[in-house]
């Protein structure tokens, strides 16, 4: 009778056992939902040329992700949820830097502090290295680059890379093997773009990019060896930096002896016969064709040219320059008068300073035109309709961390985009381009990175700066508190 007894027991915890699995009782510590209620969702979908805002909307946060969005009076509100009341308010997704910088926790705090919660980060010469350990920082998505030797590449110090990657007195092309271990590594460190560089050459590239698609990962283009048309039409994700792309015009004669020659003379003869060409000419309308229909994008980084065309201001005087140190950036303004300082060279130190100063603004009148006419040459380009993806290149020209993301937004739409397909720039865009379908939307599913502001962005672009309450994964971000430099 009593093994009968000890027998029945144990049936009974096994079944209670059982029944505390299938139903878990929730931890004390897990966090209610919280709430968006009442504002108007900003639609940037199909390259910001949807305008079907959601108003009265309500978008239901749990775990970091957005579970539920869409009209109040079709969506229950949970009762223990925590609401943040978005009425006359307007809600976008956070903003994506493309291509940047982030070499301290100053720029890590601009970044997050002007709305931007996902960055793609690049080390190198002028950018420095990627500070990992700031916190809070915006999530990161690394760049690496591949297919070259590289000194400043995410791989040096593991493995047998260091030695591998060492430039040398320039950068040499590594062979498909080299090239195929090496991506695959870069892959493991959770790489997420490759960037395809000056020696990169035309089957190499064409191998790159097939690999790179297998693999899940986006590909840059900042080519000279290679044909522009040639990494277009393999697929190319994206066209990085005005300045750059333009000589995907040049003819076949001064295209070939870049391969051998991509860093002198026959590179600086490339780019000014592509600079020099009118920016009217049949050349520049097809080849903004080639790109749209070709479905690369442009992530022409305008703001590294911002300071040197007209209409500019002092970027020194944005409430979070205040915690940026110039010593991190390369080529910084000058914070006193907003303007660049072209270096002269060391033997002019021994000249009066009144030639000096008319050597310096003769160097700066030179770079003022050679703006302009890159910035002519892309209004006709932008005729042709090519995507656009937002990135600042910041912090090098005169660019800074957070604030320049914001002025190329302003120069998108001084190019001819709306401020709605300028906001999609910066954000849906890269779900569309690239497949990160985690971020770039307010929809179930998504990440909740979500700016809360107080005016319509798709009425005047500034409106994006206007924050009244920013989520990062979910959780409300401190801004002020990140005006406060940490020691």
Known sequence: MQSFRNLLA????????TALAQNPTPPASAKPPL?????????????????????????????????QAGSRFLIETPPD????????????????????????????????????TTIVAS????????????????????LDSVGTT????????HDDWSAKLREGARPVELNTDDTARQIAATAKLGTRVLWLGWDITAANAQWIISRAHQMGLVTYGEFISTPYTVGIDAGVDALLHMGRYEIGVIPDELQRPLVNDPYGAAASTAYD??????PTDPHYRNYGHFISVHHAALMPTFSQYYLS??????????????????ANMYMPSDPATGELNYPLAPWTRHLPAIATRYMQEGQRKKADQAALRLWRINQTIAGASPHYLAASGAATMGTMPGISLHTELEMLVRI????????????NNYAIQFGWNELGQISAGRRADILVLDADPTANIWNVRRISTMLLEGNVVDRDALLKPRK
């Not at 144990?10 to 056992?17: E, K, N, T």
């Not at 016969?273 to 009118?278: F, G, N, Q, R, S």
Request: with cysteine; charged share 15%.
């Open 416 to 427: 001819g985009l709306s401020p709605r397909e300028a906001l999609a720039a910066a954000t």
């Open 10 to 17: 144990l049936i009974v915890l096994l079944a209670a056992g």
């Open 123 to 142: 080390s190198d010469n002028h950018r420095g290295r990627i500070d990992f350990s700031a916190n809070p920082k915006p999530h990161l998505y690394l």
């Open 35 to 67: 709430v968006l209620l009442g504002g108007t969702i900003v639609n940037v979908s199909d390259w910001g040329r949807s305008a079907l805002d959601q108003q009265n909307s309500i978008v239901i946060i749990e775990n970091g992700k957005i579970t």
């Open 309 to 326: 065309l007209p209409g500019h201001r002092n970027l020194w005087k944005e409430p979070v320059a205040s915690i940026l140190n110039s």
């Open 273 to 278: 016969y592509a600079e020099h060409l009118p």
């Open 150 to 157: 590289d000194n400043w590449s995410l791989l040096n110090g």
């Open 81 to 116: 949820a925590q609401i943040i009341d978005c009425t006359g308010k307007f809600l976008v997704p956070g903003l994506v830097d493309g291509f940047t910088g982030m070499n301290s926790q100053a720029q890590a705090s601009a970044d997050l502090y002007m709305g931007i």
